[in-house]
């Protein structure tokens, strides 16, 4: 399976801005549909967003939409979580997860990053 390390979390006060990477071993790394999920403290891990192989397709939670950007670059084997106009409610740890197919349910997503924390503080 492919390995997946996170970056770029930390903590920033609402209405800031992170960008959040994933690094993926690479082998296969086209092979597979990306995803984001965050997890806060006492609440279950949720869905953020995700992008298709190429990057033609992408997806994303209502919580989200029109604040937090997906993309992939290939070449570099790496998928990035540009988060703008950040709010307290956005604190969780977000995971970087790999699905070979594209059916956006966790279990479907059969490789996990170890996750970065993302604070936002008001």
């Known amino acids: 399976q492919v390995q997946l390390v996170e970056s770029g979390g930390g903590l920033v006060q609402a209405g800031g801005s992170l960008r959040l990477s994933c690094a993926a071993s690479?082998?296969?790394?086209?092979?597979?549909?990306m995803g984001w999920f965050r997890q806060a403290p006492g609440k279950e891990r949720e869905f953020v967003a995700a992008i298709s192989w190429s990057g033609g397709s992408t997806y994303y939670a209502d919580s989200v939409k029109g604040r937090f950007t997906i993309s992939r670059d290939n070449a570099k084997n790496t998928v990035y979580l540009q988060m703008n106009f950040l709010k307290p409610e956005d604190t969780a740890n977000y995971y970087c997860?790999?699905?070979?197919?594209?059916?956006?349910?966790?279990?479907?997503?059969?490789?996990w990053g170890q996750g970065t924390q993302v604070t936002v503080s008001s």
């Open positions: 997860a790999a699905s070979k197919g594209l059916i956006l349910t966790i279990t479907n997503f059969g490789s």
């Open positions: 690479g082998r296969t790394f086209s092979s597979y549909v």
